[in-house]
């Protein structure tokens, strides 16, 4: 009988289902080819058709939105809990608390608010954002009926709103107010601050361009706006469609035939994958000769067809064709995460990684269900002699087994290398127990691809071992054999480092020693001895496959870090600033405002010495509330000068500060030279340029010049430079405050500074105390310009880039960039550890729980299978442990979360200490102290105590260091309703509240400045 292949899949099933889906892919093209066509004659009808059915979404859902609205502003107002909140006021003379605590229970959804109004109306507690009063308090049915409208808080917000009245019965008490934004604008845009606006929602979700026009007074055209009404008929709004051109709507109708194609592809794929996989599975166990049924011809077809799909899958781009913008799936395959050229794309995201590693570890499952097959196979075929020398023999197993060693140990840490290399996300933050979901994702990836590496390896090594017909467990001399293997072993480990520089030796060893082990204790034996789906036989091999792994994810981060430190050393010195070209824009750009032309024409009337003393309090005022003074470690100066050159009015924080006449000289100089430079840049708008010091040419300055602002015969002149060290009471430069971009942060983890002659002129972070260099580093620098050192300062240890730049300036001296970043101690690389073991058991965790079901079904059809106490101890013990390590990690963590919370809250009640006794210091005789806060200013107090700091009157907020934060709404000017609760009801004297900054999340704290009657 003629020997029956394994591919021999196409039955009558198979080939209807195959044939099926490709006539479904070539209707596919075919009808999308002809629809493609037809809408060039149909393009007209087709897009009023579209318009008309993307208002009626818009209305519906609008509709919808308000509905929602109504029915939870019903259940807020009919709450027992603030009726009688509001009977308790009135027995209790106009008494809030019972009102606040009542509306502090109510739960608001995101971009939400409410409030609660008597019915004067006055308000008397409120929860989320801050809206002002709408016109649905002039309404003829306020405080009667329900009323829905809309209200806009300046340029920056938009709410949809609901008004509904507080009844006792027929008595009217009051009224409450529920709304929900629908248009929020932010200042800048970053990883935190984002806008949010139904006109970008809708845009995206129908493919083409919607706009909205909230509120009733408009400056549009008519034409092509749809009005937008509630469902009682008030008008909230209008709407724009411009649906697509007739080119765009051709190739979007092209591309979603192409996705459909696409789904049709990748079904056919896997349909055949599947056939071949069942196929050889079922072959390998057959009861009667299996052997005789598997050709190596044949398993190597299976590797290519696999293969195959797994390049076709890249290069029809599936699933990521399907998962972009706001898709549920659309980060793993967002290449600003991972973006890697590393295997032919199989790299270029974290979902193509996953994927790749499925793909893998499919092969490496139907490998190890046929290596049995194989084994013989290899026996049959290749007929070694067992009678050669058990030395040559041992020799060419060796050898063999180093060749394998040496490939996996390439193509693991090269696919673990590229992930971290060529990825954007920390692998190693200290963000929790859990890792977030794409580092997960990418842990578990790397996971498989390890697994299947050793496993691969270690069935090779197990045919290896038979097919050389190499009987163990009788040799003699073991000893003598294990040492020779050992050397031989570290003898190739270090040729290999030496041949193959980018892989570390420490990895060749340790996979030599895994594929051993894997080869020796198979992690899969039969089901009728032990089952296979048990936790005796996952929880070690997560374990094995977390320490083979991990070391390779560390040392690449190092390598990782070890270039950024280089690249740190580099363009300290070369690289601009530009958190400080921002904020140098930010004051150019209020020079230019209507406010500042208004208050500088006010002056011209006034005598020159007057004048002068208020321009300098304008230059100054200009400054404020800007990111210009977070600038700790710049001399910042501003001055403004007549078209002529002549000084008229400057602000400087320098420390040290010549006679006016001095630097009015210096100033008109410097106009000059930066007058020349703005007429070759164009003069016009504004101009920001670095330049070296003025006194050091190895330091750098930058300036900002800016003439004819609002039309006023006035040139701004702002300039920044560095100085040798930070002052310890300045506010940070905030992150959150910048777009996107403006923020270095690839250098946030290191402290750099630069030694000249070996002293200290600037630093950055606090790593480097000491004001002078090492005689020692300078003499190994001479020798070597790039030294790197492991450093112990104060019982922490350091990783130490010295590197000896060479000046262009003549006798200018050595200097010397150190870059410092901190290690990590045994108990960091636990937890790191802990948290890849922990993505595995994840992994792992659906492949039990399912192999659990079956086999449970299985045993209810055969129960005559035998039951091993062993297998029942290690899964009791195994379960145990899983149990108590993620029981002992989850406490752990919320024992060290609550710890930081708490140091956090500490942190900011000794700061509000050290502001109110601050303010006693400055108090005349018994003055309060927030009686000081009417004669100084909240700047000042903030550069004195080195704080962002808000001043609120009763629950408005009076002043601000940081007014910005008002004026562009990040932070409401109301007091939250938490700390309102706290502070006026609690009796609390302190309160810390958690609140957000867009998507940023941070702690704020509020302490009390009580009057004379307490």
Do not use: C
């Amino acid at each position: 009988m003629s020997e029956r292949s394994p591919f021999s899949v196409w039955t009558s099933t198979a080939v209807r289902v195959s044939g099926l889906l490709a006539l479904m892919l070539v209707l596919t093209w075919a009808i999308g080819k002809w629809d493609v066509d037809r809408i060039e004659h149909s393009y007209e009808e087709m897009i009023s058709s579209r318009e008309v059915e993307a208002v009626k979404q818009i209305q519906e859902d609008l509709s919808r939105v308000f509905r929602e609205m109504s029915k939870s502003a019903k259940a807020m107002a009919s709450a027992p809990e603030l009726i009688s909140s509001f009977r308790f006021r009135e027995s209790e003379a106009g008494s809030r608390e019972k009102v606040v605590r009542a509306t502090s229970t109510f739960e608001i959804e995101n971009r939400g608010f409410v409030e609660v109004y008597d019915h004067a109306p006055v308000l008397l507690a409120w929860n989320g954002p801050v809206f002002p009063i709408d016109d649905g308090v002039n309404a003829s049915g306020f405080m009667s009926e329900s009323l829905e409208g809309v209200v806009r808080d300046g340029a920056e917000r938009t709410a949809l709103v609901v008004w509904e009245p507080i009844r006792d019965g027929t008595q009217i008490l009051g009224a409450l107010r529920l709304g929900t934004m629908v248009e929020v604008f932010m200042p800048i845009r970053n990883d935190y601050l984002r806008d949010y606006t139904w006109g970008e929602t809708w845009t995206r979700k129908l493919g083409f361009p919607v706009e909205f026009e909230f509120g009733s007074s408009s400056t549009k055209a008519e034409e092509g706006f749809h009005s937008l009404v509630s469902p009682l008929g008030k008008q909230v709004g209008r709407v724009l469609v411009s649906p697509a051109s007739a080119l765009d709507l051709t190739e979007e109708r092209a591309g979603v035939y192409r996705d459909i194609m696409a789904f049709w592809l990748a079904l056919l794929l896997g349909w055949i994958i599947t056939l071949a996989t069942r196929k050889l599975w079922i072959s390998a166990g057959a009861t009667s000769d299996p052997f005789a049924r598997i050709k190596m011809a044949h398993l190597g077809g299976y590797f290519l067809l696999l293969a195959g799909a797994r390049w076709v899958l890249l290069w029809a781009h599936i699933p990521s064709r399907w998962q972009t913008g706001k898709a549920p799936l659309a980060p793993l395959f967002d290449p600003q995460h991972l973006a890697s050229v590393f295997g032919m794309g199989s790299l270029r995201t974290i979902g193509d990684l996953f994927i790749t590693s499925v793909f893998l570890m499919l092969a490496g499952l139907v490998f190890l269900r046929l290596t049995a097959a194989v084994r013989e196979r290899a026996i049959n075929s290749l007929h070694f002699d067992s009678t050669e020398s058990f030395t040559r023999r041992m020799g060419i197993a060796i050898g063999i087994h180093q060749l394998i060693a040496i490939g996996i140990a390439w193509f693991t840490y090269s696919v673990a290398s590229h992930a971290v290399m060529d990825s954007t996300l920390d692998l190693f933050a200290r963000s929790g127990l859990l890792p977030d979901r794409l580092t997960l994702v990418v842990f578990s990836a790397l996971l498989l691809v390890v697994f299947f590496a050793i496993l691969m390896g270690g069935r090779l090594v197990w045919v290896l071992t038979d097919w050389l017909r190499l009987d163990l467990s009788r040799l003699p001399g073991k000893a003598k054999l294990m040492v020779w293997f050992l050397t031989s072993t570290i003898f190739v480990s270090w040729l290999f480092s030496v041949s193959f520089s980018d892989v570390p030796w420490q990895v060749f060893l340790g996979t030599t020693f895994a594929l051993v082990l894997a080869a020796a204790v198979s992690p899969i034996q039969p089901a009728r001895s032990s089952p296979i789906v048990s936790l005796r036989h996952f929880v070690p091999i997560i374990l094995g496959v977390s320490l083979i792994l991990f070391p390779m994810l560390e040392m690449s981060e190092d390598a990782k870090v070890r270039i950024r430190m280089l690249d740190a050393a580099e363009s300290f010195q070369e690289d601009k600033d530009a958190r400080v070209m921002f904020a140098l824009a930010q004051v150019l750009d209020a020079s230019a405002s209507t406010d500042f032309a208004r208050e500088f024409v006010e002056l011209e009337s006034l005598d020159e010495v007057e004048r002068r003393f208020r321009l300098d309090s304008l230059a100054e005022e200009s400054t404020r509330g800007f990111l210009l003074t977070a600038l700790a470690s710049y001399d910042v100066t501003i001055t403004l000068h007549e078209p002529t050159g002549r000084v008229l009015g400057r602000y400087s924080n320098r420390v040290r500060r010549m006679p006016r006449a001095t630097r009015d000289a210096a100033d008109r100089s410097e106009f000059e030279l930066f007058g020349a430079m703005y007429s070759e840049f164009g003069s016009s708008g504004s101009m920001i340029e670095k330049l070296t010091g003025m006194a050091d040419q190895n330091r750098f300055r930058y300036a900002g010049f800016q003439g004819d602002p609002s039309g006023l015969p006035l040139y701004v002149l702002v300039r920044a430079e560095q100085r040798s060290l930070s002052e310890s009471a300045s506010t940070p430069f905030p992150k959150v405050l910048t777009p996107a971009g403006y923020y270095g942060d690839r250098y946030t983890d290191f402290s750099i500074a630069e030694f000249r002659d070996g002293v200290l002129v600037r630093s950055q972070g606090q790593s480097f105390g000491k004001s002078f260099l090492d005689p020692n580093i300078l003499d190994q620098l001479r020798g070597d310009p790039e030294l790197w050192i492991s450093e112990r300062i104060r019982d922490r240890d350091y990783n130490t880039l010295y590197n000896l730049i060479e000046s262009p300036v003549q006798r200018a001296g050595s200097t010397v960039i150190a870059i410092r970043r901190r290690t990590t101690n045994f108990f960091d690389q636990l937890y790191h550890l802990l948290r890849v073991v922990v993505a595995g058991l994840f992994l792992a965790g659906p492949v039990y729980f399912g192999g659990s079901i079956w086999r449970l079904k299985k045993k209810g059809r055969a129960t005559n299978q035998p039951k091993r106490f062993r297998d029942r101890v290690l899964n009791a013990f195994f379960s145990v442990g899983i149990v108590t390590v993620l029981a002992m990690g989850f406490v752990g963590l919320e024992v060290v979360t609550g710890e930081t919370d708490r140091a956090i809250e500490s942190w900011l009640k000794q700061h509000l200490e050290r502001v109110e006794e601050t303010l006693l210091l400055e108090a005349k005789g018994e003055e309060l102290p927030y009686r000081v806060l009417d004669r100084i200013s909240v700047d000042s107090l903030s550069a004195h105590v080195g704080l962002d700091l808000i001043v609120y009157h009763f629950t408005e907020v009076d002043q601000a260091s940081r007014p910005e934060l008002i004026r562009d709404r990040l932070i409401e000017k109301r007091l939250p309703l938490a700390a309102y609760e706290a502070l006026f009801f609690d009796g609390f004297k302190f309160v810390s509240v958690d609140e957000e900054l867009g998507s940023f999340a941070y702690t704020a704290g509020y302490r009390s400045l009580t009057d004379e009657r307490g």
